[in-house]
């Protein structure tokens, strides 16, 4: 549909255009804002690229390993009271958890997935935050590279957390109901309406990839753009109650994707629509 555009207008589209790129590159050479988009890449390991958000997930996945080490080792019979905190919290998730999907059974099997899902999201969160985080780096030419930056504000990493969920959710729905029984939910010919209805259904699935992760890299990434732009302009005061705030986004977050993925297994192992009148 490209030609369907008046020539003036798309002149005036690469102008405007050309301009923006020129302000933006000559504010990166005045230490103004830069913002990326897309993960810088550090370098690559058997052809796999290496960026700066997959450095950052190994982080994670390494403090939540030492945080679990540790705990593990201070767990006593009789327990203190940091660890009667943990285990009050803990057995008020696992009783959610159970109560939604209402059964004991499903609990035991999803509640570890859940809560590591909610803590590797929730960590990286924090870390956004942590100094070094998008300071320390290496100069590449007349760009700045940063070694870490958050990780959810990688959309391939948002993606990846997605595709990890819903392959739960839908293996999830198969081994509970059988695979022509949940299938049944989304090809159902018993009548056009219901035919419809499936077809709006099966939609649905394929869009929690766009949902899912769309929801939390924007969040996250609009926080980060955000605070960049308070730092530049009221580098003192400002950014800390922003940055706190943020914080509670970044639990928000971790808390509704972990819900959704909840939420979506319980809907996945419900019975198709109209099959307990037979």
């Known amino acids: 549909m490209g030609w369907l555009i008046p020539t003036a207008f798309a002149e005036e589209i690469v102008h405007a255009t050309t301009t923006a790129a020129t302000t933006t590159h000559e504010a990166a050479h005045e230490g103004g804002i830069h913002v990326a988009l897309a993960a810088e890449r550090l370098g690559e390991f058997i052809g ?32 203190g009271k ?3 905190l943990f285990e009050s919290m803990f057995t ?7 109560e939604v999907l209402e059964s004991d059974t499903l609990a035991r099997k999803f509640f570890p997935f859940l809560v590591t899902l909610f803590l590797f999201i929730f960590t990286a969160n924090i870390l956004e935050f942590t100094p070094g985080i998008g300071s320390l780096g290496f100069h590449h030419g007349d760009t ?10 990688d959309l391939n990493v948002t993606l990846a957390l997605t595709i990890i969920a819903v392959l739960v959710i839908e293996i999830t729905g198969v081994i509970m109901l ?13 009548s056009p309406i219901n035919f419809v209805v499936g077809l709006i259904e099966l ?6 990839l766009v949902s899912f992760s769309f929801r939390l ?8 753009v955000l605070i960049a732009v308070i730092v530049f302009f009221l580098p003192y005061i400002v950014p800390v109650p922003l940055m706190l705030f943020e914080v509670f986004v970044g639990f928000i977050q971790a808390a509704i994707f972990t819900l959704l993925t909840l939420f979506f297994i319980k809907m996945a192992i419900a019975e198709p629509h109209g099959s307990e009148a037979h």
């Open 48 to 79: 796999i690229p290496i960026t700066n958000t997959l450095v950052t997930s190994w982080v994670v996945m390494a403090v939540l390993i030492a945080l679990a080490v540790f705990i593990n080792r201070r767990i006593a019979l009789v327990p």
């Open 82 to 84: 940091a660890q009667v």
């Open 92 to 98: 008020f998730v696992y009783d959610y958890v159970r």
């Open 144 to 153: 700045f590279v940063p070694l870490f930056r958050s990780m959810n504000t």
């Open 178 to 190: 059988g695979f022509f029984r949940y299938a049944s939910k989304f090809l159902n010919f018993s």
């Open 203 to 208: 939609f649905t699935e394929v869009a929690r």
């Open 217 to 224: 890299f924007g969040n996250i990434f609009a926080g980060e």
